[in-house]
C-alpha cells in the first residue's frame, strides 16, 4: 500500500452525516492521505499495511481530529472601522437608527471606496491569518462595502486575490444590493437596475463571484426587488443566498427557496411556514450568533423548528465591522449554544457538513470520508465538545490542507 502519509494515534469526529455515532466519531482510528485527499479512514487496528520507511508517519498523541472549520457567511474584506456605532448602541440607539442617520454600512462603504486593492488585501490577510489559528481551511467573502460598480468589482477582486494567495480557500459572494448608497436615495428601483444591468454583468464577466446575496429587509430592499436580483442571478447561472428575516419577517426565506437558495442567513424573524418551505427545497438556515450577541437582539431563531422539520443548521461569523466586529468563528461555536442553545454537535456540524453545504461544497469538504479533500484539523482536546464547551485558549495544534500542514 502507497499513501502519501498517514495519521494515527488519533480520534477522529469525520461529521459524517451517515453515521450513526455522535460526531461521526471513531476512536483509536488513523487516516491515511493520498493525493491530497482522503484515501482510508477508521479504526487503526484496520489499517492496512504500508511502507513505514517510505510514508511520513503523523502521530496525533490521542488528540481530535475534525474536519477543517469553515465559515460560511462573512464580510471580511472592509476598511475602517465603526467603534463610534459601537459606542451609539451602547447609549441607546439601534442598529436601524443608525442606518437610517446615514451611518451604518453607508460609513464602511466610505472606507472602502477610498482605500485602495493593496489596502484591503492586507487588512484581509490578517483576518484570514486570525481565523487559520483557528481551525478554519474555507470561508466565504461578501463584497456589499462598495455599492458602486468599481468599488464592488474591487472588493471581489481583492476576495479572489486572498483565496489565491492565501491557503485557506475563499467562496466569494456578490452583495451589490446590500443598502441604498447616498447618491440612490429615494430611487432603490434604479439601484436594483444598477446591480442587475452593470455591477452583475462585469462580476460575470471577470469570473468574480460564485454566489449573488441580497439584505431583504425594510431599512434595505423590498421582496419584489430582492426578487429581481436572485432571478438576474440564477438566470447567470450563479447560485443564490439571502439576509432575511433578521429585523421583521418579510417573507424573504421562503421567496428565496423556492428559486433554489443554498441558504437563508440571520433569520430570527422566520415563522413555521417559510422554514417547511426550506424544508421542502433543502435550503440551509444561517445562524449568525455574533450578530445577535454585538446587537443584543432578543428575538432568538426558532431553533425547535428548525429542528422538527431537519433544517441543516449552519453556523457563521458574520464577520463585520458593524453587527458583528467578531473575527472568530470558533468562538460562534460557544455562542450558539450559549445564546441559541444548539448542542456542541449540532455546532459543530454547524461550522463543517452544514456550512459546506451552504457553499455547495459538501461533496468536496466538512466531512472526513473517503474522496474528500484532506482538510482537517488537531485539536488537542478530550472531547469534541470541548469546542463549544470553552473559549481563549485555542486548543488548536495543527491545521491541514489538501494534505499539507500549513499550521503547527
Known sequence: MSWDQVWIDINIATMDPTSNTPYGAITQGAIAIQAGKIAWIGKQKDLPEFDHLATPVYRGKGGWITPGIIDAHTHLVFAGNRAQEFEQRLNGASYEEIALAGGGILSTVKACREASEAELFELGRQRLNTLAKEGVTTVEIKSGYGLDTETELKLLRVARDLGQYHHIDVKTTF???????????????????????????????????????????KIAFNLEQTEKVLLAAKKAGLDIKL????LSNLGGSSMAAKHGALSVDHIEFIDEKSIEVLSQNGTCATLLPGAFYSLRETQLPPIQLLRKYNIPMVVASDYNPGSSPICSSTLMLNMSCILFKLTPEEALKGMTFNAAKALNMDSEIGSLEIGKKADFCLWDIDTPAQLAYTYGVNPCLQVVKAGQVILS
Open 175 to 217: 452583495l451589490g444590493a446590500h443598502a441604498i448608497p447616498p447618491e440612490y436615495k429615494d430611487k432603490t428601483d434604479d439601484y436594483i437596475e444598477l446591480v442587475i444591468n452593470d455591477m452583475l454583468p462585469k462580476i460575470i464577466e471577470n469570473n468574480l463571484a460564485d454566489a449573488v446575496d441580497v439584505f431583504c429587509e
Open 243 to 246: 439576509h432575511a428575516e433578521q
